[in-house]
């Protein structure tokens, strides 16, 4: 296997921890976004929707899309789990990682890709070029306060998202308020049950490996 | 279990679709979300992103989001697979599955919930109203075309989404045709590859119950 990634990007940063927390190495290859290496034919060939990270197989094929990724590694490589020991656990996990990415993730990018310079024509990840919506920026913003507000209320009733275990989530939702720093959004003082979260969370090794490198 | 569900809306038909092509049974419970009855108090303590389907457990516990729930349902009742065979077959119908609704299922939604005058205050789901942003009425559609001719090349390579069988992609895939429809966009002559799937789609006796009932 090899992953074509972009370090310090948020959407490899999940794979990347998920590797770091199961111990598998791999071959990396860097995917230079800034150089719009990922809209090269080349790679779309392998990446269908143009995007990193993307999982060569060793049958020749291609996977890409995070939750496709990692619930393959999860699948050949059980130890330690990161989506829990039951079907149940593992629908809450799949549940709460969808929620961190649609409602936290895609906020936080909405923002950012709809007022960089650097992403004129790219406000989505994909082929295909869109021109910016300004009105994005504001709504991106309100949106990743209310996903703050949620993810608060949802850790007051639960030791980690998904339940009283870490997982594929807690990565998830953690790369999230990471990447929220970019648009200088952060969890607020009231935000008690999130904040005691990210310093529980931000203990394991890791963080320094997949985030802090950065 | 029990299924909380609203007939004919597009999300709960991917659902309903795995069901029937299972032949699992279980309580449905309609959510009316013309009423407003999603965004209850008492719904949203079952579904925090106060959306359908959401499925009860027997141990008294709660899942939402569909990949979530199918995901579910499949480690449940194996047969017939709807995610292929090996766990290469599985990335790769969740790698589809995922396209299917981030640049289809989404984008159509966009166009729907950012024109509809019934829809003001809600462009997403979830429990926080936002304005409507004209805007997007336009972009979508030009998602929604580009996505016919993505999976249009897409099935130019390959006879169902993820490889040489039918899986819960195809039904997503489907099933966000389908949900075009809602704002008259259809695959076009040109999408032959995409119209031949359809038609072979649409020859299941499943899409009868869970499509055509509409």
Redesign the interface.
Known sequence: MRLYTYPGAPSPQRVEWLLVEKGIEMPMEKVDLTQGEHLRPEFRAKS??ADVPTLA?D?G?F???V???C??LE??FPEPPLYGQS??D???V??WD??GYI?GFRAVAEVLRNSSRAMQGRP?V???N??Q?P??VD?GR??VR?FFN?FNG?LAQSDYLAGDFFSMADITGYVMCNFARWIKEQPGEEHVHLRAWQDKISQRPAVEKVIQRR
Chains 1, 2 share one sequence.
């Open positions: 269908p929707n197989l049958d094929t996977i890409s899309q939750p496709a990724i619930l393959y699948d050949r079907p149940e593992r629908a809450r799949i549940m969808h929620l409602n989505l994909g082929p295909h869109y021109d919506i009105a994005l709504r309100q949106r209310n949620d949802r």
